[in-house]
C-alpha cells in the first residue's frame, strides 16, 4: 500500500469563435518553478476564500504548465497577461520550463513525479508549426487529432489518456457535453501523478480514532495516524500576528516534502492565515523550522476536488484567453481561436505506509523523554514542494478529513 499519492490534471478547451503581487526585485529571484507555482497558489486561495468550509486540492504546477502550455501560441495583450500573471520574461520561459520538468520527473528521483502534457486537436484544424515544436520539445507534448463531431467518442478518448497518466486515478475529467461538435478545435491536458513514501513512517497499528473539529465547530472521530519522531516545526506568524504552526514531513527522497500549517489559536479560522501564503512565505519557512522530538498526530485523508479556472484566473487578470472577441492565439492557428472552459481536478491520498520500518523500535525507546504532542485537530492546510526548485505540485485545505 502506498503511503501517499497526489493526482492532478488540467484541461483547457479551446473553442473556434462563432464570427470568424510581489516587488520586481523579488521576483528577480525567484526560480520558474516558483513563480508558476505562485500563480497557481493564488488561484487556489481564491478558490479556498469562496469555499472556506470545503476540502480544497489543486495543483499550482499544474495550472502554470497548462498556461505555459498555451503562451506560444498567442500575441499581443493576450499574450501580455499570461506573461505578467507567471512573471514570465518576454522572450518567453521555455528553456527554464523543459529543465524544471526534467529536475521534477528526473528518474533518479526516489519519489515518483509523473507529469504529462498533450494535444487533442480537431481533426484537420491545422496548428503553426512552431507552437506545436515548442510544446514538443519543452512540455515533452504529444498531439493526438481527435473528432469533436463525435463529442461521446471524443471525450471517451481524452478521459482514456488521463486515466493511463494518473495510473488509474482519475478515471474521467472531460464530460461529452463540454464539447462542441461544431466548434470545438482543441483540448489541451496535463497531468501530474505524485507517490512518495514517508522517510519516517507512521505504523498502522498506532492510527486510532481521535477528534476532529473542522470549520463548522462540529466534532466528529477521524482516523489518525500517530508518531514519536524528529521533524522539522516551526512557528510563523502573519502581518497581522496571528502565529500558526509549520511542520515539514520529508518524503523518502529528499527533496520533496509535504508541509502542514495550521493556526497556534484554536479560536483561529484558517481562513485568517491564508491570505499571507505566497511561494515566498513558504520558502522563508525553512528559516524558522528546527529539528525537534515531536509527537506528531495527523489525519489519515483522501480528497478530491475539480476546479473551474476561468474565474479565479479571470479575477488575477488572465481575461483575454476567455474572451471570443479578444482572445489572440494568431501564433498557434490561423482560424481565431478562444478558450471556453479551463478545469483542474486533483486526488490527493494521505495515509501510513503498509511498511514496518524497522527503525520504527528507536521511536519506543526514545518515549521515556516525554516529547511535546503536536496535534492536527482542525482545519489545516498543507502543501507539496520540490525543496530544490521551489515547486508547489499540490496545494490543499483539510477542512473535514
Known amino acids: 500500500m502506498f503511503a501517499h499519492s497526489a493526482l492532478c490534471v488540467c484541461v483547457l478547451l479551446a473553442v473556434c469563435v462563432l464570427r470568424g503581487s510581489l516587488s520586481e526585485s523579488q521576483s528577480q529571484t525567484q526560480s520558474y518553478g516558483e513563480r508558476g507555482s505562485d500563480l497557481g497558489l493564488q488561484v ?25 502550455m498555451l503562451l506560444p501560441g498567442t500575441h499581443g495583450e493576450t499574450k501580455r497577461q499570461i506573461l505578467s500573471g507567471l512573471r514570465y520574461k518576454k522572450n518567453g520561459p521555455y528553456k527554464m520550463l523543459k529543465k524544471l520538468h526534467k529536475t521534477l520527473t528526473s528518474k533518479s528521483n526516489a519519489d515518483i513525479v509523473t507529469i504529462a502534457n498533450s494535444l487533442f486537436p480537431q481533426l484537420g484544424f491545422s496548428m503553426k508549426e512552431d507552437f506545436l515544436s515548442t510544446n514538443r520539445e519543452n512540455f515533452m507534448c504529444e498531439t493526438y487529432p481527435t473528432d469533436y463531431s463525435n463529442p461521446q467518442h471524443a471525450a471517451h478518448a481524452i478521459n482514456e489518456w488521463v486515466r493511463n497518466n494518473t495510473k488509474g ?5 472531460v464530460q461529452a457535453d463540454m464539447l462542441d461538435p461544431a466548434l470545438t478545435r482543441l483540448v489541451a491536458v496535463n497531468a501530474i501523478y505524485f507517490k512518495g513514501l514517508w ?13 476532529f473539529t473542522p470549520a463548522d465547530g462540529k466534532p466528529y472521530k477521524v482516523p489518525t495516524m500517530s508518531q514519536l519522531s524528529v521533524f522539522n516545526i516551526g512557528l510563523a506568524s502573519t502581518p497581522e500576528g496571528l ?52 509527537r506528531l ?13 476561468k474565474g479565479p484566473l479571470g479575477r488575477m487578470g488572465i ?18 481561436v478562444y478558450v471556453s472552459k479551463a478545469l483542474q481536478k486533483a486526488k490527493i491520498e494521505v495515509n501510513e505506509d503498509g ?11 526514545l518515549a521515556r523523554s516525554s516529547p511535546p504532542w503536536v496535534t492536527v485537530d482542525r482545519p489545516f492546510l498543507f502543501l507539496i514542494r520540490h525543496s530544490p526548485t521551489g515547486t508547489i505540485l499540490f496545494v490543499g485545505q483539510i477542512n473535514k478529513p
Open 169 to 173: 486515478h482519475i478515471p474521467s475529467l
Open 297 to 309: 498526530l495527523l489525519p489519515k485523508f483522501t480528497i478530491e476536488a475539480e476546479v473551474d479556472l
Open 243 to 294: 502565529k500558526y504552526k509549520v511542520i515539514e514531513l520529508p518524503y523518502n527522497g529528499n527533496s520533496m516534502s509535504m508541509l502542514i500549517a495550521l493556526p497556534s489559536e484554536e479560536t483561529t479560522p484558517l481562513a485568517n492565515i491564508l491570505p499571507h501564503i505566497s511561494t515566498a512565505t513558504v520558502q522563508s519557512w525553512s528559516k524558522l523550522l528546527h529539528q525537534r522530538k515531536i
Open 199 to 211: 522517510k519516517s513512517r507512521f505504523q498502522p497499528q498506532n492510527t486510532k480514532p481521535r477528534t
Open 355 to 365: 511498511t514496518k520500518a524497522a527503525a520504527a523500535t528507536t521511536a519506543i525507546m
Open 44 to 68: 487556489f486561495l481564491r478558490v479556498a476564500q469562496e469555499k472556506a468550509n470545503e476540502n480544497v486540492v489543486l495543483s499550482p504546477h499544474g495550472v502554470a504548465s497548462i498556461l505555459g
Open 319 to 336: 481575461t483575454h484567453i476567455f474572451n471570443e472577441s479578444q482572445a489572440d492565439f494568431r501564433h498557434m492557428s490561423t482560424e481565431p
